[in-house]
């Protein structure tokens, strides 16, 4: 059964800082999703990652992906406030259409 | 343009009552998904179908069903609500295998 753990759950950062959001998986997958939900609000697509190695960027936010690891990070580039929601990474289950969502990371930048 | 809509956006109900969250995509996708969130657990996948007549349990389906009579439309119902349910729903449907997902604004229910 495939697991998705993301960490930290909670992330309070200052405008400008960099961070780190990582992803980890269980089992062999042919793609992951990055997901941006703001309070209240439905969730919208980030990135999708196909390869190992594949790298995508978009503004200060930069996702990546070792398939041999089984890992993805969202790196987050002098951040600011307009970043602040909650991250979810999932992963296609192996032979499924069905998408497996990590926790989610909430993520705060303070002025 | 096309889109998910889901409906009722917000509910509280009574234990024991049944209750049905409507989803409607006008996107023609075959592959749609009901999914609840919780504090902690991110988004667990409750049902999902691939095409009209196919319905698949996920992995928190007990007390929840769903049908597929068209390509529109997955109706997702709780037979007899547990306060254990309260939660909200997001309806999602993709195009191909594997694929993105497009996520309705989600229906708050609430348990009593």
């Known amino acids: 059964e495939l697991k998705v753990e993301q960490n930290p759950l909670f992330l309070s950062m200052q405008e400008g800082k960099n961070y780190t959001i990582y992803c980890n998986y269980s089992?062999?997958?042919?793609?992951l999703y990055w997901y941006r939900q703001d309070p209240g609000k439905s969730l919208e697509s980030l990135f999708v990652?196909?390869?190992?190695?594949a790298v995508k960027q978009e503004g200060r936010l930069m996702a990546s992906l070792d398939t041999k690891a089984r890992l993805s990070t969202l790196h987050i580039t002098a951040a600011v406030h307009d970043l602040s929601a909650t991250y979810f990474c999932a992963v296609t289950e192996g032979g499924a259409q069905k998408l497996v969502f990590g926790q989610g990371t909430r993520l705060t930048i303070n002025p | 343009d096309a889109e998910i809509t889901q409906s009722p956006r917000h509910k509280i109900t009574e234990t024991g009552r049944q209750v049905t969250l409507a989803c409607h995509q006008t996107?023609?996708?075959?592959?749609m998904f009901w999914y609840r969130q919780d504090l902690g657990h991110g988004l667990r996948l409750i049902h999902y179908s691939y095409g009209v007549q196919d319905t698949n349990k996920g992995e928190v389906s007990d007390g929840y069903s769903v049908s597929r009579s068209n390509t529109e439309d997955l109706p997702l119902t709780l037979e007899s609500a547990a306060s254990s349910q309260t939660s909200v729903y997001f309806c999602a449907s993709s195009a191909e295998w594997g694929g993105e997902l497009f996520f309705g604004e989600g229906s708050r229910l609430t348990v009593l």
């Open positions: 996107w023609n996708h075959n592959n």
């Open positions: 990652l196909l390869s190992n190695g």
């Open positions: 089992t062999t997958s042919d793609r």
